[in-house]
């Protein structure tokens, strides 16, 4: 019995980043909500194993990316086809920004490499520290930052050349 509340516990501390981080490839909440139970499921499954393990959220995510991938190659959606169909779970109002710039900036992170991604999602939208994104990804600290810092850039570079565009 301590076993499932074990699983529950992970599977509602977990669910919504994962939920967050499959969106981001899928840009279909309601895919994406599927996505993650059969993650969740699978996990549920091998869950003697998987609640040993030390990186147990990375292993969940990795699942969910992969599965998120093979259902696009399924539906022939090829990464760099994939284009600014927004729905997205972010509340607008907390960030306080217009929707068009919102989906610029959701566009240009899914653009980004899966551990960018995954990063740049923990750190701004769960609001993760380094110390915490490191241990989930099975990483080093330095790694992450020097990843999240690299991903700012190529956003703030795009965001610069986006608007080079207007001034002229």
């Known amino acids: 019995m301590k076993d499932n509340f074990d699983f529950d516990r992970f599977f509602k501390e977990n669910q919504n980043i994962l939920l967050k981080i499959v969106n981001s490839y899928l840009f279909d909440i309601e895919e994406a909500k599927d996505i993650v139970i059969e993650t ?16 147990s959220l990375g292993y969940a995510i990795r699942i969910g990316v992969n599965k998120a991938k093979r259902f696009l190659m399924r539906r022939k959606i090829f990464f760099s086809d994939v284009k600014e169909d927004l729905k997205s779970d972010f509340e607008l109002e ?33 609001n993760f ?40």
Do not use: C, P, Q
Not at 102 to 125: H, P, Q, T
């Open 40 to 55: 969740m499921y699978l996990i549920y499954k091998k869950w003697e194993r998987v609640k040993n393990m030390e990186n």
């Open 94 to 126: 907390e960030h306080n920004i217009n929707k068009e710039l919102f989906a610029w900036l959701i566009g240009e992170i899914s653009k980004l490499n899966d551990k960018e991604k995954s990063i740049v999602l923990l750190r701004d939208s769960e």
């Open 129 to 168: 520290k380094f110390e915490e994104i490191a241990k989930e990804l099975g990483l080093n600290i330095s790694t992450v930052k020097s990843l999240y810092r690299r991903a700012k850039l190529k956003i703030l570079k795009k965001w610069e050349e986006e608007n080079e565009k207007f001034k002229m």
